[in-house]
Every structure is written in C-alpha cells, then in structure tokens.
C-alpha cells in the first residue's frame, strides 16, 4: 500500500461499501465516482486512475463478462469478515478473464475482445451495448432494513433522500439500485457516526478524534 496514492488508498477502503459480500462489485469508473464521491466534481477524471493504481498493485482485480465491468476485491476476506455472507450475483474473477483499460477518452469502457476492433456486423454492430440494469426496487427490501437497523440510520428516510438524489441527477449512476442504495446506506452511517448522530456498531474501532 505505500507504493499507492493517498487518494487511491481511499478509495480502496470506499470500495468496500459497495462490494457485495464475496468482494465483488460492478467496475464501471464513472459510476464508481458518482456513488463514493458525489460530492467531489473531479473524482470522475479521477476514479480511472485510482482504480488503475489498485489494480496493478494487485489490491482489485478488473476484469469484463460479457461486455459488462467488474471489480474484485483482492484478499477479500482479510479486510471484511461476513457472519451470514450471500451468495454473489455476479461473475466471479477468473484468470484469463479480459480485464478493462482507460480508452483515448478517458472514460475506462473496456478493452475490445483479442483479434477484434469495436466495429463489426450483426450483434457485435458499431453501438456498444449500454451496461444491464437489475430491475429496481420500488421500496427498501428486507436487506436493507436489515443493514439500516444494524447501522443505526433511519431506512425510509433515506429511502426518500436517496430517490431525491436520483432525481436530482436527471438520470440513475448505478446499474443496480438495490446495491446502490446499500452503499447510500453505508455513507450515511459514516456521515451520522463522524458528527455525532450514531454510535458506532458494537465492537467496532474507535476512530482518533481529528
């Protein structure tokens, strides 16, 4: 980790709040950026290095399933221990799998198949196939209240916060907003624990007084 930025050693913690419990998460840079950092108006230049710091010093591994973008996280079960984890929905990292790159525009969309340009006839056509999205939740599910009660922050609140910012937006910055609203979650817990509105869970480190 010394060898890492400061910024992208932070962003390697931030991902953890939005992994799934077997250390997987959709990879795709720009989301990333807008759901760890929606207040920060560089970190969408910025989240591709990061993520490139990490993964060549093997803390994430990048990799595409069918198009898509992923990230898993190295040595998951070193830095997060799961009582009840759940099984994963998504791909699993494996060796040889086609990892992502930073195109000419900056904007981490992922490397073209080996042998192949991004031009082609039928189904492979010249419009690249925009990420699948999970069908959203019209209400928190029992996961999520579950998460929020363990966290201490009031579910339906930011429920209704969390829909706020969506509009907000214009658009969604997630293709699952079942876990995105998990990370939401995770993030407010930070803020109301830094300012005093939540204790933190049972057993948890105490952080320094700044």
């Known amino acids: 980790m ?24 959709r990879g795709n840079s720009r989301m990333l950026a807008s759901l760890l950092y929606p207040y920060d108006n560089d970190a969408t230049k910025r989240m591709e290095g990061w993520l490139a710091e990490l993964h060549s010093e093997r803390c994430i591994r990048r990799y595409c399933v069918n198009g898509d973008q992923y990230i898993d996280i190295h040595n998951w079960l ?15 990292f494996a060796e040889g799998t086609p990892s992502t790159r930073e195109d000419s525009r900056g904007l981490g969309e992922d490397s073209p198949p080996e042998g192949k340009g ?10 690249r196939e925009e990420p699948r999205a999970t069908p959203p939740p019209d209400e928190p599910n029992e996961t999520h ?12 609140a930011e429920w209704a916060a969390f829909n706020d910012r969506v509009l907000a937006k214009g658009k969604p910055w997630f293709t699952d907003k079942a876990a995105a609203f998990r990370g939401w979650l995770r993030q407010e817990h930070k803020y109301a624990e830094r300012d005093g ?11 320094p007084a700044l």
């Open 2 to 25: 010394g060898r890492i930025s400061r910024e992208a050693r932070l962003c390697f913690i931030m991902l953890w709040t939005v992994a799934d419990d077997a250390g997987r998460l």
């Open 78 to 92: 070193k830095y997060q221990k799961i009582d009840r984890p759940s099984p994963s929905k998504l791909p699993p």
């Open 118 to 127: 991004r031009e082609g006839k039928g189904r492979e056509g010249n419009a």
């Open 145 to 156: 209240r579950a998460l929020a009660a363990k966290l201490g922050v009031d579910c339906d």
């Open 197 to 207: 509105r939540v204790k933190p869970p049972a057993g948890a480190p105490r952080r």
